[in-house]
């Protein structure tokens, strides 16, 4: 029987947002999938600039990146919405167009066997 957990994102502090300061890949860290164990990704994004950013998240390679623009008086913005990373610990990674002005927040739900 397979066990569900809400666990938050291992680049966060505390499940606080996570500030995006990186302009380019390999980008920042948002989290590192459990090696073993299935992660359900679920990530909102959002833009205290006056412009809409464009924000790449990248799951372990620069090969298949998701970029969406966030908007800016938008709220919280749906990005990742619930990709499995398969037990394979991959990083997913984060970068943005203009720096310190995107932040990320979510959580991934974790199946263990």
Excluded at 1 to 8: G, N, Q
Excluded at 51 to 74: A, K, R, S, V, Y
């Amino acid at each position: 029987m397979s066990v569900l957990s809400k666990v938050k994102f291992t680049g966060s502090t505390g499940g606080h947002g996570i500030l995006i300061t990186d302009g380019a890949t390999a980008g920042q860290v948002i989290h590192t999938p459990h090696a073993t164990d299935t992660d359900e990704v679920w990530l909102w994004a959002t833009n205290v600039d006056t412009t809409g950013i464009d924000l790449t998240i990248e799951f372990g390679n620069t090969t298949d990146p998701i970029t969406q623009t966030i908007i800016p008086g938008d709220g919280l913005q749906l990005v990742i919405p619930g990709l499995a990373t398969f037990a394979d610990a991959t990083v997913i990674a984060a970068f943005a167009a203009t720096t310190s002005k995107v932040s990320v927040f979510g959580y991934v739900i974790r199946e263990t066997a």
